[in-house]
């Protein structure tokens, strides 16, 4: 490629991407890459040193992945390593791309996300709304090739990367990362900032424990970097998303104990879903939404609370039972 074109696609690259920010400390630098809501408004964060790159998260579509190659290209340096917080197609969708310009380049994930990979990108084409992407969602998975211990460091050139799984969550798999040099803890999607948390994995009591477990572990004045979301205080948000992730089971519970609520196969009835959809829909309606809708956030919420808010139901009878 010339120097020419190399530099136009490096300037249509900037200009595409929705928010660059750069901090810069010690003389390294970290930066990152939101996309716009088309491709679900999420963030890969890359880090700069003298000894090379280091990158966290692949974004969802190539179109935007390669924008982020070009930045990276941009920078004349070896990319150390790709470092991922969760399975989900927002977070490992762009990683083909990135081989595809880094071949050598160390994928590090733990063993519980790098095992979800497939399944979930599998899983988004039998749903079938994957397709609606078309080319632009890369139908070649790649896997990372460096597993993580839960609570290792991983080093990359001078910079240190501590990687601690808090378990299944908003995903199979979520991990948050802490950097040192630049004090900021990267939350992946277990700890977002402004978006209606997803709970359509079935995971929300997951979700309250890790976040409790995730509050004891950093401190509420930690800087925190999230996937979808602008940075924050670690406190506050963990504080969010426990009250929305809280009002969303107490919600459900509610429904499920209506009378007449159920069906006679022991599910909600589709009176029950709509009158609760309505009730999400309207209590989310400022939330972000992945570009999605709260409408449509609360009909795949409901998917994952209902079956694991009446298995939760059915546990406690039989453990009451005589
Ligand atoms: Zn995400």
Redesign the pocket.
Known sequence: MTVKKRALIGLAALLATAAVQAEVKDGRSLNRYATSERS?G?NAYWMESEQGLVLIDSL?LVPDAENLAAVLKARNKPLLGVLLT?P?V??FGGLSTIRKHFPEVPIYATAATTNNIRPVHERAYEQGWIQAFGADYDKNVVLPNKLVESGSTVILGDMHFQMTSFGAM??ADNVLIYSPEFEVLFT??AV?NGPIY?LGEGHSHGVMEGLERIAQAYPANQRAFP??GDPGWLGPMVEHELAQVAFMREQMSKAIERPKALTEEGKLSDAARARLSGIFTEHFRHYLT?GLGSETLAWMNMSGLEPELLAERKAAAEKAAP
Request: proline share 0%; glycine share 6%.
């Open positions: 679900w999420v969802l969760h989900h927002d977070h908003e995903s992946g999607d977002m997803y996937s979808h992945f």
